[in-house]
């Protein structure tokens, strides 16, 4: 129920608030189409990001397994050693109708070819270098995958609030205005009626 004040300032301000919502309506509207898109331009991005992680994973795990039938299985914590440092990720962020995601992620490794002192096989410089990718490949899976996340709850936030306002604000603003120019019109009506009597009289 929405309380209007008397009279023809009640209707001045249903029709402010008439506007305001069709305005809301409208940026709404256009803020789930356009996330609708990031969305649909994502999701082969997420698939081809997934696809060319499990084969880094797959190349990095026969790698490994090489490199341990050549040396010893303390080899890759003798080469964690050597390297010193891990991987970091720097991820970019960009706002997209103000929803914050993930554009990019950067992948920064120790020296790989620190791995070599470790007195390991080619096999295992292999295995650094095919690892090392496995993790490029799995920041920008995660980075896509987020991206999705992050606009799948903001579309479903938009379509509430647009549900909202189509459905329930709208309608009960376009009944507040109707009922406020009948009353006007009915009052209207009964003063023209007293001043006719007034003048009988």
């Known amino acids: ?12 301000w249903i029709r402010r608030r008439l506007e305001t919502a069709r305005r809301g309506i409208d940026i709404l509207s256009r803020k789930q189409r356009l996330l609708a898109v990031e ?15 499990i084969d880094a994973c797959a190349r990095a795990e026969l790698w490994c397994a090489r490199a341990l039938r050549i040396g010893h299985h303390h080899q890759i914590a003798m ?4 390297l010193g440092a891990p991987a970091t990720i720097t991820v970019d962020w960009h706002n997209v109708m103000a929803v914050s995601i993930p554009e990019s992620a950067r992948c920064q490794f120790a020296d790989l070819a620190l791995a070599s002192a470790s007195g ?4 295992t410089d292999r295995a650094v270098d095919a690892l090392a990718d496995a993790v490029e490949k799995a920041a920008a899976h995660a980075t896509v995958q987020r991206a999705l996340a992050n606009i799948d709850a903001e579309l479903l936030q938009t379509r509430r609030r647009l549900r909202l306002l ?3 604000r709208l309608p009960q603003l376009e009944r ?7 009353r006007l019109e009915q009052s209207e009506r009964e003063d023209t009626l007293r001043l006719r009597w007034a003048r009988r009289g």
């Open 120 to 123: 390991g096989s080619s096999a």
């Open 39 to 53: 969305r649909e331009r994502r999701e082969p991005q997420a698939a081809a990001a997934r696809a060319a992680w």
């Open 1 to 12: 129920m929405i309380r209007v004040p008397p009279g023809r300032a009640g209707q001045v």
């Open 79 to 82: 080469v964690a050693a050597h």
């Open 176 to 182: 507040a205005l109707r009922a406020s120019r009948e």
């Open 166 to 168: 189509e459905h329930r």
